[in-house]
């Protein structure tokens, strides 16, 4: 799994939510056999990692039990590692990390970077794990209320610099690490914007950058599309951050936006 963050092309991470309230699929791959069959779906059309969330983390979610999250997530962290598929799993809680670990999950994706009590290490003991810090301001409950920032470029970036040196002094190696600036994570549109136009300058990190800006409401916004519309619009976007250096793109139209990278890919190797 750690050759997901070493590939020289950009790779696809498909979506998959397992939460009820889901703010794009609206809680409809909740059952186990629809869950399976959108994990076929997605292998079909190409995707190259599946993130499995357990607990939400739109604007104005709640938190969910360890328990609840275990037992959404678990066994369809199973059934991915069976098709062969590489696994990553969006949690912020040390117990959910490490048993997705133990489930034979490959990534662990955190949108509060790592920050939870025992977060650091449930995951530093395993070399083979690779890890996604996302910036997040405040938490989803209130998130978009009325965030703040003085430059929103720099502030998230050193922001996650000060995470990855908490990672290195816990002695988890740098190859194992991807950064993501958190589009929508406690950002208006104008910092999404900001984020995305100078999106290369986080490439002075030297680290792999995951982007995640499929069906949200930036993309709503300017668009004023519907969230069932929006996947033209996330997949321009998608293209736009693979200019500026985006390595894995976090998405829930995987067809779309495998077709989009091949052709990314096609010119960008052209002489
Ligand atoms: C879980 N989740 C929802 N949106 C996300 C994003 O933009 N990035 C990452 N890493 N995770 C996300």
Redesign the pocket.
């Given at each position: 799994m750690q050759k997901i963050l070493e590939s020289n092309r950009p790779l696809v991470m498909g979506i998959l939510n397992t939460t009820p309230d889901s703010f794009s699929d609206g809680g409809s791959y909740l059952r186990k056999d629809i869950a399976l069959r959108r994990i076929e779906a997605m292998i079909e059309e190409g995707v190259d990692i599946i993130d499995v969330?357990g607990e939400s983390?739109r604007p104005g979610a709640q938190a969910v039990s360890v328990n609840e999250e275990l037992d959404r997530v678990i066994p369809m962290i199973e059934a991915i590692v069976d098709s062969g598929m590489p696994v990553s799993v969006?949690t912020s809680k040390a117990i959910v990390m490490t048993e997705a670990i133990n489930a034979g999950a490959g990534m662990i994706?955190d949108?509060r970077a790592l920050q939870e009590d025992g977060a650091i290490d449930a995951v530093a003991s395993d070399p083979n794990v690779s890890l996604?810090l996302?910036h997040m301001k405040g938490q989803p409950r209130t998130m978009q209320q009325n965030p703040q920032y003085s430059d929103v470029v720099v502030e998230v970036k050193s922001f996650l610099k000060q995470r990855v040196q908490q990672c290195l002094e816990a002695g988890i190696a740098t190859e194992r690490i991807c950064l993501?600036p958190?589009?929508?994570f406690g950002k208006k549109l104008q910092h999404n914007c900001e984020l995305m136009k100078h999106l290369d300058s986080f490439k002075e990190l030297n680290l792999p950058l995951?982007v995640?800006v499929s069906r949200k409401t930036m993309i709503g916004t300017i668009l004023d599309a519907d969230v069932n519309d929006r996947a033209n619009g996330s997949v321009a976007a998608a293209m736009y951050s693979l200019t500026k250096g985006a390595n894995i793109l976090?998405v829930h139209d995987v067809k779309a936006t495998v077709e989009a990278v091949k052709l990314f890919c096609a010119f960008e190797q052209a002489k």
């Open positions: 969330g983390t969006d994706n949108v996604c996302m993501d958190g589009f929508g995951l995640g976090r």
